[in-house]
């Protein structure tokens, strides 16, 4: 049966169809012999000049500096930094302009009823002399001044770590590297480090004691410190002053 005629299937319609499919494929045409050119030119990279930065340019954040570290000696795995300044404590009645005030020093010793419990020390006045130290980690340490037994005094508190380095009393010129290191300084006597030896170093840094036994301050801490070290700690300075 023969087709009626209709608009759609006219000679005229069938130009314009034809019109428009050609349209079509010549856009397609054009899109796919352009696009590797289009891709190139928008991943370019433009020029580095070195000295210059472009405003849209992200500067990199520089690489972390790491901290050397330094097993300590009681073998447990702990680690503590060595390239930290610490600042020493400031010592009894120096005020600012006072030349034998330490340089860069802080407040951190500070008075503290013997019997507080709200800042509890972790070495405190009755401490055992061979309580566990750890090198280059910060406690609370507590010691009373007094000459001996029978004048016992007040009591002070610091936060500090064992075997900081204090550098030289400005007074006494003793030295107070190795806190906590039974003797003089990283080389005083052999073997050994104790509480008592890092509670007479904070006392007699902050009285400026050279007197032994006899001192009225830190007499008391002496005779406690009398005696060789108990703990085999590094003897390495914890930091150095500024």
């Not at 064992?162 to 030289?168: A, Q, T």
């Amino acid at each position: 049966m023969a087709l009626e005629y209709s608009p759609l299937n006219g000679p005229r319609h069938r130009k314009r169809l034809i019109a428009i499919i050609a349209a079509v494929v010549g856009v397609f045409v054009v899109v796919a012999v352009l696009a590797p050119t289009l891709a190139t030119q928008l991943g370019h990279k433009r020029p580095i000049d070195n000295n210059h930065v472009t405003p849209d340019a992200e500067t990199p954040a520089p690489a972390a500096s790491l901290v050397p570290v330094v097993v300590d000696g009681d073998d447990n795995g702990d680690i503590a930094p060595t390239n930290v300044k610490i600042r020493p404590p400031c010592v009894f009645r120096r005020n600012v302009n006072d030349p034998l005030r330490p340089a860069n020093c802080v407040e951190r010793i500070v008075p503290i009823s013997c019997t507080d419990t709200t800042n509890k020390p972790h070495i405190d006045i009755f401490a055992s002399r061979c309580a566990k130290l750890e090198w280059g980690l910060t406690q609370k340490v507590r010691f009373q001044i007094g000459k001996d037994d029978k004048s016992k005094g007040a009591c002070y508190q610091v936060e500090s770590a064992v075997s900081e380095c204090w550098g030289k009393h400005p007074d006494t010129g003793s030295d107070y590297t190795c806190q906590g290191r039974c003797g003089a300084g990283c080389n005083g006597l052999p073997g050994g480090w104790s509480a008592d030896c890092w509670k007479h170093d904070i006392c007699s840094w902050f009285f400026g004691s050279k007197d032994g036994t006899n001192d009225a301050n830190c007499g008391l801490t002496f005779k406690h410190a009398s005696t060789l070290g108990c703990s085999p700690l590094s003897n390495t300075c914890y930091s150095t002053p500024p």
